[in-house]
């Protein structure tokens, strides 16, 4: 993984006392986080906030040594990129995945019957042959995906829980429902929105906390962060910027 191998040259940069060249390379990792979420999909996204998390992880550890004018050169160089894509924009894409998967599957059958020289086939025995079968999973999928953007529109907080509750009842609704044939879409494409949703909260936390440890620098304290959703507390021996809604820790050294 490129991004990984530039996080580690940017750590060797800093041993040996390049910081000007050890921060060129997390401005790399930056930018390779925002190509990994270029494309609309929801495996992009979970990758790029992946990406940058990591990317945050190791500016973060290293700042505190850095003068005030290298933090705020790299404070900059951030406010200047581009932004990362958003997860409802990913979600709002899987419906075209899904149509084009009825549309292709349904397709593919007539096609293939029409080679062989078949009459219609035996949905008895093949089920995933019915057209009628094929439109009721995609319209039961449909109509949770309706329900999860409705979900991702809120903020803050209230994202969370109303996405929380979302998964819950849809874990419930699947394993009540008997006619899991209809369903078998929503529990397989259906993705774990409330793991995604904590994934870019954090992500959004974490560049909050580095954009304060920057401003900051050693001289952060509790007084410094008044009004931040985020407190610094002492722990294994150093220091931690630490929230507690949405859950994350960024390590910083003073």
């Not at 630490?242 to 003073?254: A, G, T």
Request: net charge negative; proline share 4%; glycine share 6%.
């Amino acid at each position: 993984e490129f991004s990984t191998i530039v996080l580690v040259l940017a750590e060797a940069k800093f041993a040996k006392g390049e910081v000007a060249g050890g921060i060129d390379l997390l401005l790399v990792a930056h930018h390779i986080a925002r190509d990994a979420g270029v494309t609309p999909f929801l495996i992009s996204n979970i990758i790029q906030n992946i990406l940058e998390r990591r990317t945050i992880e190791t500016a973060a550890r290293h700042c505190m040594s850095w003068d005030a004018e290298m933090r705020g050169d790299y404070a900059r160089s951030q406010s200047e990129l581009p932004g990362l894509s958003l997860l409802p924009q990913a979600f709002a894409w899987e419906l075209a995945w899904i149509d084009a998967w009825e549309k292709g599957l349904q397709e593919d059958f007539d096609q293939a019957r029409e080679k062989l020289g078949l009459a219609a086939s035996n949905t008895e025995s093949d089920p995933f042959e019915d057209p009628k079968l094929i439109h009721e999973m995609t319209d039961n999928y449909r109509k949770v995906h309706a329900k999860g953007m409705a979900t991702l529109r809120l903020k803050g907080k209230a994202r969370r829980l109303a996405v929380a509750e979302f998964d819950e009842n849809m874990a419930a609704d699947l394993t009540a429902n008997k006619k899991l044939t209809k369903n078998i879409l929503v529990a397989l494409a259906m993705p774990t929105l409330n793991k995604m949703v904590r994934g870019e909260d954090q992500t959004s936390i974490a560049r909050a906390m580095l954009k304060s440890a920057l401003k900051h620098g050693p001289e952060i304290g509790e007084k410094d962060l008044e009004g931040q959703p985020f407190k610094l507390v002492r722990k294994d021996g150093g220091w931690e910027l630490e929230s507690k809604d949405p859950e994350f820790s960024l390590k910083i050294r003073k």
